[in-house]
């Protein structure tokens, strides 16, 4: 069932050519969040790899990873790619607000003109 005024009146309507958003992101800031995710995901890819080798031939590079790293990287990523959603179903069986079921979708967005 449809909420909100079905008929609103003339003054606390939408103006026509006025966005709802205007403190929204502009079309520059979409595009450079896109180039950022695109390069953090070509930088996790060769550190990975690197890491990799590195455990490979019996060394111990992970000693030199730091979480804050990881976790900018990864925020990069999400930002210009979306995140996974996360949906978690609120009817336990107990009666609490636990849930019983956390479902995860990941979306896969590619880049137009990438593949």
Known sequence: MPKGNPNPSPETRFKKGVSGN?????????????KLAVKAARIRERMLSSLQDNLDAGGDALQFIEGATLKLIKDSEDRGFGMAIATVDNKSSDGSMSPDRITREIIDVKPKGKE
Do not use: A, D, S, V
């Open 22 to 34: 205007p403190g929204g992101k502009t079309k520059k800031h979409r595009q450079l969040e896109m």
